[in-house]
């Protein structure tokens, strides 16, 4: 009775734009945190990106940065959704992440402004719940994680 009373009170209310940021709130939090399991799990297994990136591949391509930095941090400028149905979301979200390694900070992604990369997420709900199926930055592709 606990867990349903607890569930039915964090749910009541929430409007799907709020569930949505929810996700991406997580994602960020993964990010943040360096943790490949809480980002695993708010992506699709059906992620696919216009770089041509998987699931998989993003993992291996997070797993690479996260080894790189000793920290990281992100701030997000501002985050627009965009409900396309009962089941398809976009969002629009505005970040700076920095890195530090070897204890200086830098950028963390090579964006061109200090207003921040804009970055495109696409989400789909699964099994009632929201997951992303891509992420692309705005005016670039994601780094290739296979040598040339």
């Known amino acids: 009775m606990i867990v349903l009373g607890n569930y039915l009170y964090s749910t009541l209310g929430v409007t799907e734009e709020q569930r949505i940021?929810?996700?991406?709130?997580?994602?960020?939090?993964?990010v943040i945190d360096k943790s490949f399991f809480n980002l695993e799990q708010v992506l699709s297994s059906?992620?696919?990106?216009?770089?041509?990136?998987?699931?998989n591949d993003l993992m291996r391509l997070a797993?690479?940065?996260f080894r790189s930095q000793d920290q990281v941090r992100v701030v997000r400028m501002s985050s627009d959704?965009?409900?396309?149905?009962?089941t398809e979301a976009a969002v629009r979200?505005?970040?700076q992440v920095f890195g530090e390694a070897g204890g200086k900070w830098g950028r963390g992604l090579a964006d061109d402004s200090l207003l921040g990369e804009v970055f495109?997420?696409?989400?789909k709900k699964e099994?009632?719940?929201?997951?992303?199926?891509?992420?692309?930055?705005?005016?670039?592709?994601?780094?290739?994680?296979?040598?040339?």
């Open 46 to 55: 059906h992620y696919r990106d216009r770089s041509g990136l998987t699931t």
């Open 120 to 123: 495109e997420i696409s989400l």
């Open 81 to 86: 959704v965009e409900i396309l149905d009962e």
């Open 21 to 30: 940021l929810r996700v991406v709130d997580r994602a960020e939090r993964a």
């Open 63 to 65: 797993t690479l940065y």
């Open 127 to 148: 099994s009632g719940r929201w997951k992303i199926t891509a992420v692309n930055p705005e005016k670039r592709n994601w780094p290739s994680i296979y040598p040339n």
């Open 93 to 95: 979200l505005r970040v």
